[in-house]
């Protein structure tokens, strides 16, 4: 079982940048591939970017890409977002998540944080 905590959001200006980490607990953390999805109020849940085990390839929702930076640090068994120029729009509870595959699909990840909250203000 591993258990994922997610830290770094916060409040932010528009036009801002915050970073969010995602450290595992298991030490069998470069077995998973690593995803972020997020979560707006009255929403459905919705894939963010995703990254394959070694890191070496990454993906992102299309509306995204530019702006948000995945990537990983098997040493310290965490995953990272990095996201640039936030809009209110981005505003969202932020989860990572840990599967076998680095794909869009929620369904595909066995485990989940509990969440952060990113709220972007105009």
């Known amino acids: 079982q591993v258990q994922l905590v997610e830290s770094g959001g916060g409040l932010v200006q528009a036009g801002g940048s915050l970073r969010l980490s995602c450290a595992a607990s298991d030490r069998s953390f470069s077995s998973y591939a690593m995803g972020w999805f997020r979560q707006a109020p009255g929403k459905e849940r919705e894939f963010v970017a995703a990254i394959t085990r070694s890191g070496g390839r990454t993906d992102y929702a299309d509306s995204l890409k530019g702006r948000f930076t995945i990537s990983r640090d098997n040493a310290k068994n965490t995953v990272y977002l990095q996201m640039n120029s936030l809009k209110p729009e981005d505003t969202a509870v932020y989860y990572c998540?840990?599967?076998?595959?680095?794909?869009?699909?929620?369904?595909?990840?066995?485990?989940w944080g509990q969440g952060t909250q990113v709220t972007v203000s105009s």
């Open positions: 998540a840990a599967g076998w595959a680095a794909t869009r699909s929620r369904g595909e990840y066995n485990y």
